[in-house]
């Protein structure tokens, strides 16, 4: 079955008691038994829901995996992985990370005795070195948030399995319409479903996908016990988005490249980081695990002054200024006091996340509009 099929049909049917094409929203906390421990599959709604358990295979489904869990959030998906480990054990991320995913690595799981290494992921020597016999998850994302940096992940795979360590892929910039980690060699996908699978910034949700039964049983037990499940309305409203991903996608990557190659050639841009520039670092591994480079754009201002970027990203009338990214609408957002505010400048600053980068979630609206938007501003 092709993508296409999949976001529509996979892991679907129509509602057996009354034949619904579309999965009905099962807004109830319980369910009836018909005797003590003889019930139909469903028990309690933190455990299953059926609106919920749709979601969980069509995800599993376009993700070309076999189990897939859904959670009140992205972080709390993120918080069920490294609740997966102990004491002791070390971590090894990405420098250029989302400044939420630090967060709660750094501010939550850290006491608890967990140790994380950030490091640059371009160089998978890198994260060879700091490989130890304590290292039991590598945690990637590619493209990177801001940067757009492009890790190997067949490459990690190769290191993971070496180290016996879990390989674990944020994949919500590419989506599984553009890349797909399983396939290369990941053991966990995670989504923040809020973002381009819901598409419409309506939703806030997070997702993991496996095709391994033990990690499987795992998660599940997690996502039980801690609870931090989604609602049965925000799971129609994920499978509903879902069903025009493969089409929102592409006129994303459109739009992006052509706004891409128009701040290229601006006098009052100094770089732009899109992984579909030839120049770009590792854009040919980009080429090599992705369909397509997808509508996230950030760039810097020749000025390196704050109140420049921010006098840019006040100005935009198409463009919303606002945090998350994904959504049919096009967005703005100055990373250094936004979404990544929670990383220390200094830390900020190493990896190229400065005062005046500016980073793009480019929609579907008209191109020539969203142009004309960045040209007004940037003047």
């Known amino acids: 079955m092709k993508f296409g099929t999949k976001v529509i049909h996979g892991g679907l049917k129509p509602d057996e008691s009354t034949g619904a094409i579309m999965t009905p929203i099962y807004q109830t906390s319980t369910y009836i038994q018909d005797g003590i421990g003889n019930h139909r599959g469903y028990e309690y709604s933190r455990t299953q829901n059926p609106t919920r358990h749709a979601l969980e295979r069509n ?175 925000d799971s129609f409203l994920v499978l509903r988005g879902i069903k025009t991903l493969h089409l929102r996608i592409d006129r994303h990557c459109e739009n992006g490249e052509k706004v891409a190659k128009y701040l290229v050639d601006h006098p009052k841009v100094d770089k732009v980081y899109w992984p579909g520039f030839e120049s770009h670092p590792n854009h040919n591994i980009a080429e090599k695990q992705m369909r397509g480079f997808g509508g996230m754009i950030s760039f810097s201002l020749v000025s390196d002054k704050l109140k420049d970027a921010h006098s840019v990203v006040s100005k935009t009338k198409v463009f919303a200024l606002a945090e998350s990214l994904g959504g049919v609408e096009s967005l703005i957002g100055h990373p250094a006091t936004m979404t990544h505010a929670s990383i220390p400048k200094e830390e900020r600053e190493k990896i190229g996340v400065s005062e005046s980068l500016i980073r793009l979630s480019v929609g579907v609206e008209d191109v020539e509009d969203l142009i004309d938007d960045l040209n007004q501003a940037l003047s």
């Open 59 to 233: 995800l599993a489904s376009i993700e070309n995996g076999k189990h897939g869990a859904c959670f009140g959030s992205g972080l709390a998906a993120i918080d069920c992985v490294i609740k997966m480990l102990n004491p002791g054990d070390e971590v090894i991320s990405t420098n250029d990370l989302y400044g939420g995913t630090f967060r709660i690595f750094t501010s939550i799981f850290e006491k608890y005795g967990i140790k994380f290494h950030f490091v640059g992921m371009t160089d998978t020597s890198a994260v060879e070195a700091k490989v130890n016999e304590k290292t039991k998850l590598i945690w990637v994302e590619t493209p990177t948030n801001p940067m757009m940096n492009i890790v190997d992940i067949e490459a990690m795979s190769v290191v993971a399995k070496n180290a016996g360590a879990l390989l674990a892929v944020d994949n919500t910039f590419a989506t599984p319409y553009l890349q797909n980690p399983l396939d290369l060699g990941a053991d966990i996908v995670m989504h923040s479903v809020t973002k381009y699978l819901g598409g419409h910034s309506d939703v806030v949700m997070g997702a993991l996908i496996t095709s391994d039964d033990d990690i499987a049983e795992e998660i599940y037990r997690i996502q039980n016990s801690s609870g931090a499940v989604t609602a049965p309305m």
